[in-house]
C-alpha cells in the first residue's frame, strides 16, 4: 500500500535514506537533501509544503520504500497586480531502495504513478527526473509512462581558475533585472522544443538555490550569453547558455566568471550540461572539469484536477434546443381561424 508519509514510517525512512538513488543529480549534490528532514516538514504542513514524501509498504511481497518529490513553484502577476504562486511541474528528488530486483523495479513504478497523481492533485501538469539511461531506474519509470527527453552529463570543479589568467571579454558583464526576459528566450533559442519545458522546470528547481552572480553577454543591446553560479548548502551550481555566434568565447568567459565567484571559497562547482551544449566539453576540460555522471531527462505528463464545470459542446446544444423548445411553447397556438383574407 502507498501513502503519505506520517510518524509511524521514521524508522522505515531512517533505514532506507543510504540506499537512495537521486533522481535530481545536481539538486542533491549542492543541496545535501535529509530526507527524513524533508518527510518530518512534509508531514508538519499538513501537505502545503512544497516538499512530498510517500512511502511503500507491502508485507506479503517483504516491500518497503519511499520517495521525495518536490513542486516547482512559478509566480505570475495577475489582473489585480497581486503575485500568484501555483505548482507549474514537479520534480522526482529521490527514492530509496535502488531497484536491484524485479520486485524493487515494480515497487518504483507504483510510486512513480502515485508521485504523478499526486502532482496532477496539486495542479502540476507535469513530472521531471534524472535517471541512468537504460538502467533499472529507467525501466520502472519507463513503466510509469515517463518518456526519455535528452541525455546530459554532470560534471564537478574542485579548484577554480587562477585569477592572473583572466582574460577582458567584451560585452560581458552583471546581470540587470531587465535582462531576464532576454535571458529566458535565450534559453528558450538554444534548447530543443520538445525539451525545454522539462529543462525550464529544473531551471526553477535549482533556483532555490540563492544566487551568487548572474552574467550576460551582450552586444547590440542583445544577450548572447548567460552564466549563473548559484550557491547550494553544500556545493555551487553553474548555469550557462551561449548563442552560437560567440561559442569561441565560451572558454574566457567561463573562466571569467569562475574565478570572479568561486576565488574565496573551497565549494565544488557542479554543472549539468545537455546533449546540445556537447561542444563546451574541451573547455570545461581546459578549466579543470571532472565527469561525474550521466543521464537522461525523463518527463511524464499529467492532468490537471476538474475545477470548474466545463460546457461541452454536446451538452451546451442540447441546452440550447431545450432553451429554445421551451420558448416556442410559451407564444400562443395559431390557427387558420386566426387570420382573415383581404377579401374579408
Do not use: C
Not at 8 to 25: K, N
Request: charged share 20%; no cysteine; glycine share 4%.
Amino acid at each position: 500500500m502507498i501513502r503519505p508519509f506520517d510518524i509511524r514510517d521514521v524508522s522505515l525512512v531512517q533505514r532506507l535514506s543510504t540506499q537512495a538513488r537521486a533522481l535530481a543529480q545536481e539538486f542533491v549534490a549542492t543541496e545535501g537533501v535529509s530526507p527524513l528532514r524533508e518527510a518530518m516538514r512534509a508531514y508538519v504542513s499538513g501537505g502545503r509544503d512544497s516538499a512530498v514524501v510517500l512511502v511503500e509498504r507491502s508485507p506479503e511481497h517483504n516491500i518497503e520504500a519511499f520517495g521525495l518529490m518536490h513542486l516547482l513553484p512559478t509566480t505570475n502577476n495577475h489582473a489585480d497586480g497581486e503575485p500568484h504562486v501555483h505548482p507549474r511541474g514537479a520534480a522526482l528528488i529521490l527514492m530509496s531502495p535502488r531497484p536491484t530486483t524485479p520486485a524493487l523495479v515494480e515497487a518504483w513504478t507504483y510510486l512513480a504513478h502515485e508521485f504523478a497523481s499526486e502532482a496532477a492533485q496539486r495542479g502540476a501538469h507535469h513530472l521531471v527526473a534524472e535517471v541512468p539511461e537504460g538502467g533499472q531506474e529507467w525501466e520502472a519509470l519507463h513503466n510509469a509512462s515517463f518518456v526519455p527527453l535528452i541525455q546530459q552529463d554532470l560534471f564537478k570543479l574542485t579548484r577554480p581558475p587562477a585569477q592572473d589568467e583572466l582574460e577582458t571579454v567584451h560585452g560581458l558583464r552583471e546581470q540587470h533585472k531587465e535582462d531576464e526576459p532576454q535571458v529566458r528566450a535565450l534559453h528558450l533559442r538554444a534548447a530543443p522544443k520538445m525539451s525545454y519545458p522539462a529543462e525550464f522546470s529544473f531551471d526553477a528547481l535549482h533556483a532555490a538555490h540563492r544566487p551568487e552572480h548572474s552574467f550576460v553577454l551582450v552586444r547590440a543591446n542583445e544577450v548572447l550569453a548567460h552564466l549563473a553560479v548559484r550557491q547550494g548548502k553544500r556545493a555551487y551550481g553553474l548555469r550557462v547558455h551561449f548563442r552560437p555566434e560567440v561559442e569561441d568565447e565560451a572558454l574566457a568567459a567561463l573562466r571569467y566568471v569562475l574565478a570572479r565567484t568561486l576565488s574565496k571559497t573551497n565549494l565544488p562547482l557542479y554543472v549539468t550540461i545537455r546533449q546540445y551544449q556537447s561542444w563546451m566539453l574541451p573547455a570545461l576540460d581546459a578549466l579543470g572539469f571532472t565527469h561525474v555522471a550521466s543521464n537522461v531527462l525523463m518527463v511524464r505528463h499529467t492532468a490537471k484536477r476538474l475545477q470548474h464545470l466545463v460546457w461541452s459542446h454536446a451538452v451546451e446544444s442540447v441546452a440550447v434546443r431545450q432553451t429554445h423548445s421551451a420558448s416556442l411553447e410559451s407564444f400562443p397556438v395559431m390557427s387558420p381561424n386566426n387570420f382573415r383574407s383581404h377579401d374579408q
